[in-house]
């Protein structure tokens, strides 16, 4: 995968193999050796239960709460190449996401994003068991460092929307269309095969809160535009009802933010 950038909306130069340029943030060096380091521990019966507490589960409603700022710097998955290449990923995206928004930002970004997209997830879980149609392998795909890569996905997705990436070095994509492929990722490879539900829609607001963290002037501020856009798009439906029933005039509120 590589990146070429614009020169209005990053560095210039590639990402991927080729780099763009940037040095590697130690903050991004030691998140990197955090993720290897936990996923090696779970092949050893000694160290093996350490990721498992630290990993999203269940027992966050019986009182594990701390993973649910912990699951997404643990290792996760199989012994496999794609591990590798899942490491290189996180350091492509991660180096440029954190040069742009500094320490603070980043971090906050990380922490926020896992903590609400869990939430959402065992929230899902739990009405699900509710049901009767509760998954057999909750979480499997926002699990460990699989919500890191898609926060910093989604992150260079939003801050670099203009830049194109050449997904598998071959088709030259505008990052912007990054945000669609995760989703798209999580519901072919997450959703229909393990029913996992709860992980899908975790990764979905995990997507969401990234892109209104970053887009519309902070976290506090997209929400209020979002609620902002239901409240009005409600209020267009009871209006066209009100048209079809009593055959009212209805006048136009006009586009402002005011909900009339």
């Known amino acids: 995968m590589a990146t070429r950038y614009p020169d209005r909306s990053g560095p210039r130069g590639f990402g991927g193999f080729s780099g763009s340029g940037a040095?590697?943030?130690?903050?991004?060096?030691?998140?990197?050796?955090?993720?290897f380091v936990t996923f090696s521990m779970q092949f050893f019966e000694s160290t093996a239960l350490v990721p498992a507490l630290l990993r999203l589960t269940p027992a966050v409603l019986s009182g594990f709460v701390w993973q649910l700022v912990t699951y997404p710097?643990?290792?996760?998955?199989?012994?496999?190449?794609w591990f590798l290449l899942e490491l290189l990923v996180l350091f492509w995206f991660g180096r440029d996401v954190f040069w742009r928004l500094g320490r603070r930002r980043f971090w906050r970004l990380i922490l926020v994003?896992?903590?609400?997209?869990?939430?959402v997830a065992l929230l899902t879980h739990v009405l699900m068991g509710l049901a009767g149609g509760e998954s057999t392998a909750p979480f499997i795909t926002m699990q460990g460092h699989r919500m890191l890569i898609t926060i910093l996905i989604a992150a260079?997705?939003?801050?670099?929307?203009?830049?194109?990436?050449?997904?598998?070095?071959?088709?030259?994509?505008?990052?912007?269309?990054?945000?669609?492929?995760?989703?798209?990722?999580?519901?072919?490879?997450?959703?229909?095969?393990?029913?996992?539900?709860?992980?899908?829609?975790?990764?979905?607001?995990?997507?969401?809160?990234?892109?209104?963290?970053?887009?519309?002037?902070?976290?506090?501020?997209?929400?209020h535009?979002?609620?902002k856009r239901l409240e009005r798009w409600i209020l267009e439906r009871r209006l066209a009802r009100l048209r079809r029933r009593r055959r009212f005039d209805v006048v136009d509120g006009g586009k402002d933010e005011i909900v009339h």
């Not at 710097?73 to 190449?81: E, K, L, N, P, Q």
């Not at 896992?114 to 939430?119: P, Q």
């Open 23 to 35: 040095p590697p943030p130690r903050d991004v060096v030691l998140l990197l050796a955090a993720v």
């Open 73 to 81: 710097f643990v290792g996760a998955g199989g012994a496999s190449i």
């Open 113 to 119: 994003t896992a903590v609400v997209a869990a939430a």
């Open 156 to 223: 260079f997705a939003t801050l670099y929307g203009e830049a194109t990436i050449l997904l598998f070095f071959v088709l030259p994509l505008k990052a912007r269309w990054f945000l669609w492929l995760e989703i798209l990722a999580a519901f072919v490879f997450g959703l229909l095969p393990s029913k996992d539900l709860a992980g899908f829609l975790g990764v979905c607001t995990a997507v969401l809160v990234v892109y209104t963290s970053l887009r519309s002037g902070g976290l506090k501020r997209g929400f």
């Open 225 to 227: 535009d979002w609620r």
